[in-house]
């Protein structure tokens, strides 16, 4: 099994960024993913959620209107787009997948830093 995140790297403020995960090893049209960041001295923290058939989402109330994820069942990848970003989002970003009965799977995360 593996998770590889990719996309991250330094961004002014207001500036964009798509992160990438690309799934392998497991079945991943049957798994939910998430997103989730971990800043310096903070706890790891949920970001961004989708269903397995990728129609229904959820949103920390820190990124909604600006983070969108979304998945691609085809190409096993879920993406993480990231607008108007603020240092605040500064953060080491992780995928995760989710099937319930199964084990959850992580990614190795990929630093994300909004500093102008």
């Known amino acids: 099994v593996q998770l590889v995140e990719s996309g991250g790297g330094l961004v002014q403020p207001g500036g964009s960024l798509r992160l990438s995960c690309a799934a392998s090893?497991?079945?991943?049209?049957?798994?939910?993913m998430s997103w989730y960041r971990q800043a310096p001295g903070k706890e790891r923290e949920l970001v961004a959620g989708?269903?397995?058939?990728?129609?229904?989402?959820n949103y920390a109330d820190s990124v909604k209107g600006r983070f969108t994820i979304s998945r691609d069942n085809v190409k096993n990848m879920v993406y993480l787009q990231m607008n108007s970003l603020k240092p605040e989002d500064t953060a080491v970003y992780y995928c995760?997948?989710?099937?319930?009965?199964?084990?959850?799977?992580w990614g190795q995360g990929t630093q994300v830093t909004v500093s102008s």
């Open positions: 995760k997948a989710i099937r319930r009965g199964k084990n959850d799977y």
């Open positions: 090893g497991f079945t991943f049209s049957t798994y939910a």
């Open positions: 989708i269903n397995s058939a990728g129609g229904s989402t």
